[in-house]
């Protein structure tokens, strides 16, 4: 049996899919199993064993299609569900399973602060969708692999921070996802722990701001560090508080404590730390705690985000309580590392 699963981005997303990856290779006998990115995401699924082959999609899709169907593949898992995927599904015409994106329901929160979407986490929706592939959640979370040739030491951050560290990521794909500046300023200054934080190199400069108020507790790393090398910065801090960003997933993946901050967006629509168990409601990881400003007649305003807030005060942000926020990871700096 050969199973193409896509997904084509982003980071978190793609690592959003692994359980069903792992899943279908450990539950499937006999199964061949290849997945379809984006070129840009390499790093982000290189190294995992489950998968035999990685096929890359650079800009043209016809010529990525010709080698697909080469392939013969028996069954099309699309984890992506766009023109795209559709393209590449009709054009290998084999038996697919689509997962739902619930846009309606998306649209219905974001326009009319009506939420209608299922109280799981999009993994949930994934294994939905592959039922009739007889292929269950085996419960164990996420994965992310560092390949072996990702070298970080403890040389490569400060002496102060050997001991153990606060994650904060303060990097996002848009404004409108990312804790502002004097926010992350309040809670580096009274958390009592070192903070590393971690962003892209388009962070660096606002990282510089904020650990310019104590560059000795505070190391900016963003920018100096690739993906595979920061997920090993995420792997061995001892609390993660995070954007809703790729990093967060991959913190989620290696069972990090996480304190998940929302800005415009919203954890209601499924792409809250997963631990393997637990939903928005019902069943509470005691490893994540999701910060998110209640009541405002705003939000959440987009499913992915703005280059600035529509209503101009972007209170989302602006108005969660970083004093919370420390309290959180005061308590979660005592759990046992994984």
């Excluded at 010709?66 to 795209?84: C, G, Q, S, T």
């Excluded at 804790?179 to 009274?190: E, G, I, N």
Aim: hydrophobic share 40%; glycine share 6%.
């Amino acid at each position: 049996m050969k199973i193409l699963v896509i997904r084509f981005s982003s980071i978190g997303d793609i690592v959003l899919t692994t359980p069903i990856i792992r899943c279908l290779r450990q539950q499937k006998e006999g199964i061949e199993l290849h997945f379809l990115t984006k070129a840009a995401y390499k790093a982000v699924i290189e190294a995992n064993p489950y998968i035999d082959k990685i096929h890359f999609l650079h800009e043209d899709l016809e010529d990525v299609i010709d080698k697909l169907k080469e392939e013969k593949f028996d069954y099309v898992v699309d984890l992506h569900h766009n023109l795209r995927s559709l393209r590449v599904k009709r054009a290998l015409n084999v038996q697919s399973y689509t997962f739902s994106k619930l846009n309606l329901r998306k649209w219905l929160l974001v326009n009319f602060k009506l939420n209608l979407m299922p109280d799981k986490s999009i993994v949930e929706r994934y294994f939905d969708a592959i039922k009739a592939l007889d292929v269950k959640n085996d419960g164990h979370g996420l994965d992310y692999f560092i390949p072996e040739t990702t070298k970080v030491e403890n040389k490569d951050i400060p002496v102060s921070h050997w001991g153990g560290y606060a994650g904060a990521v303060i990097g996002g794909s848009y404004y409108t996802k990312k804790l502002p500046v004097t926010q992350w300023q309040k809670f580096c200054s009274s958390v009592p722990y070192p903070v590393i934080l971690l962003g892209g190199p388009e962070d660096r400069v606002e990282g510089e701001r904020i650990a310019a108020q104590d560059p000795i507790k505070i190391y900016n790393a963003c920018g100096k560090f690739d993906l595979n090398e920061s997920a090993w910065l995420v792997k061995h801090a001892k609390v993660v508080v995070s954007n809703d960003t790729g990093l967060m997933h991959i913190a989620a993946a290696f069972k990090k404590p996480i304190i998940s901050l929302w800005g415009n967006t919203s954890p209601a629509m499924g792409m809250f730390p997963y631990y393997g168990f637990n939903n928005m409601s019902k069943i509470v990881a005691r490893e994540s705690v999701v910060m998110e400003k209640k009541g405002l007649y705003c939000h959440p305003c987009s499913k992915l985000g703005y280059n600035r807030c529509p209503e101009g005060h972007f209170k989302c942000m602006y108005e969660l309580n970083m004093e919370n926020v420390t309290d959180s990871v005061k308590k979660m700096w005592q759990f046992p590392n994984h």
